[in-house]
């Protein structure tokens, strides 16, 4: 099983910074890495596939780099819309596999 | 508009067994795979099972394996999840995605229902 390793678990930031979070496959999962957005109450939704793209209905202040086995999600500028937990998930092999989740909350 | 809409939750005693239905809409559902994910209360992301779009290949958690089924009727847009031997741990919400084409990541979410297991 591929186990995902996300980081820091909380990451509190002031209104207009920028956010990095991490997530670190245990071996190779390539391109095969997804992010997700999640907000109290509400189902998550899918924020970036192939590790960089863009999904639907995101503004280009998100963006998702790296390959392999190390990958980071990019909030450039904080809005307040933008608090809420993100999770990566590798779809490379099975079972799919999750991190535990990066909590982005108001400094 | 891709459409999810989960149901079937319920308080359950351990033990017991519970179906799941995800009624899909707004998309070609026999041409997608699908899958199930639950949440514990307060807790991360957990995929659950898969199924291929055809209604062949399917895929489990370990933690579910020999006592969910993941299943399909094309002919109704409809997605299940039969639980049985349900545990404390199995208590969670239980989202219905449908995955991307070619792909096993989750492009749209239902709302999910919530499985609660305790006597």
């Known amino acids: 099983e591929i186990v995902m390793t996300q980081s820091p678990a909380t990451l509190s930031v002031s209104p207009g910074e920028r956010a990095t979070l991490s997530c670190r496959a245990s071996q190779s999962v390539s391109s095969n890495l997804a992010w997700y957005q999640q907000k109290p109450g509400q189902a998550p939704r899918l924020l970036i596939y192939?590790?960089?793209t863009r999904a639907t209905g995101f503004p280009a202040r998100f963006s998702g780099s790296g390959s392999g086995t190390e990958f980071t999600l990019t909030i450039s500028s904080l809005q307040s819309e933008d608090f809420a937990v993100y999770y990566c998930q590798q779809y490379n092999g099975w079972p799919l596999t999750f991190g535990g989740g990066t909590k982005v909350e108001i400094k | 508009e891709v459409q999810l809409l989960e149901s079937g939750g319920d308080l359950v005693q351990p033990g017991g067994s519970l179906r799941l239905s995800c009624a899909a809409s707004g998309f070609t559902f026999s041409s997608y795979a699908m899958s199930w994910v639950r949440q514990a209360p307060g807790k991360g992301l957990e995929w659950v099972s898969s199924?291929?779009?055809?209604?062949?290949?399917?895929y489990y958690a370990d933690s579910v394996k020999g006592r969910f089924t993941i299943s399909r009727d094309n002919s109704k847009n409809t997605l299940f999840l039969q639980m049985n031997s349900l545990r404390a741990e199995d208590t969670a919400i239980y989202y219905c995605?449908?995955?991307?084409?070619?792909?096993?990541?989750?492009?749209?979410w239902g709302q999910g229902t919530l499985v609660t297991v305790s006597s």
């Open positions: 995605a449908k995955d991307s084409s070619g792909y096993y990541y989750a492009d749209s």
């Open positions: 199924m291929i779009g055809t209604g062949g290949t399917t």
């Open positions: 192939g590790a960089s």
